[in-house]
């Protein structure tokens, strides 16, 4: 038998403007015809389970084979196979009528390649983006078929003749062209089936060995599942990672079908973390790791697996925006990792603190994307004191609320972005019996103003934004020991010692145990800085952009302060340099020739005593 023919379609040059178009992604050619070929497994497996196909199914087994002699590419199976009028419906037909569409469609155009293949039906043709002539063998599994073989060279014409296969499924051999031979080397092919066939459902070989694991763990029930499983898998996704903090297995099957699990990494706190660690399949057929538009934007910081049949094969960014399937599913995954939060939190919740500091980040990240992961996340989000205490902001607020309400009604929480360099003020503070937060992620400076807007009459203040007094007003404020003039001419010593026009001196009355001078930023200056270092400032950029203007408040109350007003204005000027210098001393602010200066004043002191 021989029939020759010629696939009715209007454009005669279909061929190169399919391989034009798709040529940066011609790898994909073998994610297509693998997962064609896996396809036929999957029915022959059905129709045997329905008692319609005949005898012995077999091991079901998709081969990939190179023969660099003969420049070919052999993908094989033994699936249901075809009959000579099946290739002539769902390959001259079907899938032509398909790549006439796309022809008409897209052969002008800029549009975006990677929704084209599958969704025209151009799976098995994009064999020609790498192959100069394409052939078929194939035998089908219906009783009494004769195994027929299809050719192709590009054109419109094809060659229909007996076939040579006398078991049960199909060959496509792939004649490579010259200009892809890098396809003939076994590392290229191997890199492409690692990616995209991985945790294909049927076994797939390469070179003799199984390069794929049909069974992965998303596809089996939490039950039959331990935590090494879930260990070991990530392990398999991501071999030279840490061991994650815990993972959520996704299963739901209405308003959508979707499988998966999502891992929470270790993140540290600077943001040192990869996006796009999400892999999206298909029936476990390796789609894109971009998932912006499947995944929430607070929650690409998380690792793992997402299967959805509803999303197709081949997809674009405007696809995935605009699917409704694809929104459900954004919402789903959103309120499963806050329902697993959540739980975590209330089943353990010492383990659940000792976690926080890698997830506050993930938590924090979300209540500032999405209102409804706010009010989820309000209820286990934490505040760590700097004594170490974690309390959820409802905790936090019944903590502080007697002590830390200012004279307007309004809850003060003090707030500490380094411990270490804020000490001096944490101790100002304390000594107050107040309490103080660390908040010294990048992201917090965000999470801060969002916590101004969701909680009622409360307001957040860095510890060293202002003295202590006027961070938490209050009727009760400590009497200056000093004159009028007094306080005039302290002020003056200190502005002479200073000239620094960065610097704006006050006098104030603070307690005897307070420090003699205190140095400042604002925290409105502050916190459009650290805005601006996050390019989040909004229409206050070019506030972050000015230079620093500190206030230097001296503390009318202080002994030194009186022995400066002692002495000659000299002397007093001395000693109101040397007090000055040691505040800056303090918040890491004094360096170079100023504090060579100061070393060498200090050593005088000590002389003179």
């Known amino acids: 038998m021989e029939e020759k023919g010629t696939i009715s379609i209007h454009t005669e040059n279909i061929f190169p403007i399919i391989k034009k178009f798709l040529y940066s992604d011609h790898e994909i050619f073998l994610r297509e015809l693998v997962s064609n070929a896996v396809d036929a497994s999957q029915k022959a497996k059905s129709l045997s389970s329905i008692g319609e196909l005949k005898g012995d199914l077999g091991e079901l087994k998709v081969t990939v084979k190179v023969d660099k002699e003969k420049k070919q590419i052999i993908i094989s199976d033994n699936g249901i196979g075809m009959t000579a009028e099946e290739i002539k419906k769902y390959i001259n037909q079907i899938a032509f009528s398909g790549a006439t569409e796309f022809v008409e469609r897209y052969k002008d155009s800029n549009a975006d390649k990677s929704q084209i293949i599958g969704q025209f039906g151009l799976g098995f043709y994009s064999a020609f983006m790498v192959a100069g002539t394409v052939e078929i063998d194939t035998l089908s599994h219906a009783d009494g078929a004769e195994p027929a073989h299809w050719i192709c060279d590009g054109s ?236 959820t902001l409802e905790e936090y607020r019944a903590l502080v609320q007697a002590n830390q309400t200012d004279k307007d009604g309004n809850l003060v929480i003090l707030y500490t972005t380094d411990p270490e360099k804020q000490h001096a003020f944490i101790e100002t503070a304390q000594n107050r019996n107040y309490d103080v937060v660390k908040l010294d992620t990048m992201i917090d400076p965000h999470f801060i103003g969002q916590l101004e807007q969701k909680l009622e009459k409360t307001t957040l203040k860095r510890v060293d934004a202002d003295t202590i007094d006027k961070l938490i007003q209050t009727d009760a404020k400590p009497e200056s020991v000093l004159s009028e003039d007094e306080t005039t001419r302290l002020k003056e010593l200190f502005e002479k010692a200073i000239a620094n026009q960065s610097m704006t001196v006050g006098v104030e009355a603070l307690s005897v145990d307070d420090q003699p001078v205190i140095i400042t930023l604002p925290e409105f200056m502050r916190r459009m800085k650290d805005m601006n270092r996050m390019g989040g400032g909004g229409g206050m950029m070019m506030m972050g952009n000015l230079p620093d203007m500190y206030n230097v408040t001296i503390n009318a109350n202080h002994p030194i302060n009186h022995r400066i007003l002692k002495g000659d204005d000299a002397r007093g000027e001395k000693i109101a340099k040397q007090a000055y210098d040691l505040a800056l001393l303090s918040q890491n602010m004094l360096s170079g020739a100023a504090l060579t200066a100061f070393v060498k004043r200090s050593v005088e002191l000590i002389d003179k005593e």
């Open 156 to 391: 419109t014409e094809f060659t229909i003749t007996n076939g040579t296969r006398t078991e049960r499924g199909t060959d496509v051999i792939l004649n490579i062209a010259e200009d892809s031979e890098e396809f003939l080397e076994e590392a290229r092919l191997q890199t492409i089936l690692n990616k995209y066939c991985k945790f294909l459902p049927i076994p797939v070989e390469f070179n003799g060995e199984a390069i794929n694991n049909p069974n992965p763990i998303w596809t089996k029930s939490p039950s039959d599942l331990t935590d090494e499983d879930y260990k070991n898998f990530y392990k398999e996704l991501y071999p030279f990672s840490e061991d994650p903090l815990f993972w959520i297995h996704l299963n739901v099957d209405y308003p959508f079908n979707l499988t998966g699990i999502l891992y929470f990494p270790k993140v540290k706190n600077e943001f040192d973390f990869q996006k796009n660690k999400i892999q999206l399949y298909s029936r476990q057929v390796f789609i894109t790791d971009e998932v912006k538009d499947v995944v929430p934007e607070f929650l690409m910081l998380l690792h793992g697996v997402i299967d959805s049949p509803d999303i197709p094969l081949n997809v674009s960014r405007s696809f995935l925006q605009a699917d409704a399937n694809v929104k459900k599913i954004n919402t789903y995954i959103t309120r499963k990792v806050a329902d697993k939060l959540n739980e975590i939190y209330k089943k353990d919740r010492t383990a659940y603190e000792e976690k926080w500091n890698d997830i506050s980040v993930f938590v924090k990240y979300g209540m500032l994307s999405d209102d409804k992961f706010y009010d989820k996340a309000k209820d286990f989000a934490l505040l760590q004191n700097t004594e170490g205490k974690y309390s």
